[in-house]
């Protein structure tokens, strides 16, 4: 079964779909000019300036913290030791080169998934590319909108947001605290519980106070590392350039990579982690109290800049300079060795700490995605029996191997980006209009502004 797999995700994570994820970030980028780079400080600012003036279930903010919440997982610290322990250093670029391109990607999501939200039975907000798909390409694309759904639901339940995680969180306690996983699964299975059934407010405001303080941890841990490692940092940071366009030498417990090897690992990995171009994040975007669909837009691809640009960027260079990279552990075993090399005694706590609430947020995220899904699909009455089913699958995941839950996941992630992939392509003229509309509105506003505060100089003059 597990060799079926194998070949199955080779498959699907092929050439055709790579060139489709990077090649819809490179046309995104163009049409909007740069805007992932003319635009970031504005994106960011507006992560607390958002006037959350619109319709919508939560916040602009919270909005973003469900969906980092979701993104910020395993991918961080399993998935980039993965990536390099198989690709080597240079996978860390490629991991940046598709963050770069994805950017683009995650501010198309958060613009079509506001410009076409519905609101469903119960009257609240329901989007993603299972609606845009639908209402922007048209009815007799409902099929794909259909495909999106089944996948999705799927990545929730048996990829991303559940076995992956779970596992995570109940090896890595068991190993650091000798913590049977069956009582650390029956204590996640239970928070989950208590969390998921409260809906979209709950899981938001969870994650809103989560995923800062995790971030921030784990962030200034990893920039103490590279402080100690300054004198070699430099030299790792040459190595992960020139890595990514030739082959890394065998060294130690590294057997050696080629740059296809390199660029296929890194950008797999990354794009599990952000997430961009997957279709996830637009879900709960759709749901923020914002009038603007590039509001939202801008805000939800700083997700991507900061789950992969920072957060990435710190465990990969951490594993490069620590030197760990070549030995002989793996996965998580292989970035808290990273950690232990600068804090010996305290190391297994701190990266303990981040990969629980990491796997953790990611599993209460990803359960509203499915959720809305299994919306679409079967209409509120749905939601319910899903949450129910995702509870019970959160206590199963300890029961399956690493080896077959990574491959599941990969697979699952890999067809749920296909239909989400071709609606970008499809509406991107839409993202385009929307985008001239928010800024060509705004510099009107701002032209007003100076023209009465010029005019009230001038009486001042006058008057004086």
């Known amino acids: 079964m597990l060799e079926f797999l194998n070949a199955f995700n080779s498959f699907v994570w092929g050439p055709p779909l790579m060139i ?3 090649g819809t970030g490179i046309m995104l980028t163009i049409r909007l000019g740069l805007l992932q780079v003319v635009k970031l400080p504005k994106a960011l600012s507006l992560i607390f ?19 980092l919440a979701a993104t910020v997982g395993t991918g961080n610290i399993v998935g980039v ?13 490629w991991m940046w080169i598709a963050a770069f391109f994805g950017t683009a990607t995650k501010y198309a999501e958060g613009v ?7 609101m469903d039975a119960n009257g609240n907000a329901s989007g993603g590319p299972m609606y845009y798909i639908e209402q922007g390409l048209g009815k007799s694309y409902k099929p794909l909108a259909v495909m999106f759904a089944i996948f999705g639901a799927m990545t929730a339940a048996l990829g991303s947001g559940t076995f992956t995680q779970v596992n995570a969180i109940t090896s890595i306690v068991n190993v650091s605290f ?3 996983v069956y009582y650390t ?5 239970v928070l989950v519980a208590v969390i998921t059934i409260g809906g979209l407010q709950s899981i938001a405001k969870v994650a809103s106070k989560i995923v800062p303080f995790m971030a921030a941890l784990y962030v200034i841990s990893a920039i103490s590392i590279l402080v100690m490692y300054a004198d070699v940092l430099p030299a790792a940071i040459k190595l992960v350039i020139d890595s990514a366009f030739n082959t890394t030498a065998a060294s130690g417990g590294f057997l050696g990579a080629s740059v296809m090897l390199a660029m296929r690992s890194g950008i797999a990995r990354g794009i599990y982690s952000n997430e961009a171009g997957l279709g996830s994040a637009p879900i709960v975007a759709a749901a923020a109290k914002t009038k603007w669909p590039a509001e939202q837009g801008l805000i939800s691809m700083t ?7 920072i957060i990435c960027t710190m465990t990969g260079l951490t594993l490069i300079v620590s030197g760990v990279w070549c030995g002989d552990v793996n996965g998580a075993a292989m970035t808290e060795a990273a950690f232990a090399s600068a804090f010996p005694s305290i190391a297994k706590y701190l990266l303990t700490g981040g990969l629980v609430l990491f796997a953790f947020s990611t599993i209460i995220g990803w359960c509203y995605y499915g959720e809305r899904c299994i919306e679409y699909l079967f209409g509120v009455k749905g939601i319910m029996p899903y949450r129910l089913v995702y509870i019970g699958l959160v206590g199963a995941g300890v029961f399956l191997k690493l080896e077959t839950i990574w491959v599941i996941a990969d697979i699952v992630n890999g067809l749920m ?8 392509v499809g509406l991107s003229g839409v993202v385009v209009a929307e985008t001239k509309r928010y800024f060509e509105y705004f510099e009107r506003v701002n032209a007003r502004k100076y023209s009465i505060e010029h005019a009230h100089e001038e009486v001042g003059v006058v008057a004086e």
């Open 178 to 180: 000798d913590v049977p």
């Open 20 to 22: 489709l994820l990077i």
């Open 112 to 118: 079509l998934a506001v410009k076409y939200r519905t």
């Open 81 to 93: 030791a993965t990536a390099v322990k198989l690709g080597g250093p240079g996978a860390l670029f």
């Open 303 to 309: 997700g991507t800049f900061i789950d992969t640009i």
């Open 417 to 424: 980006a296909i239909p989400n992939l071709i609606a970008l």
């Open 185 to 189: 699964a029956a204590v996640l299975t």
């Open 49 to 67: 300036s958002a006037r959350n003036n619109g319709s919508g279930d939560v916040s602009s903010f919270q909005a973003l913290c469900t969906a």
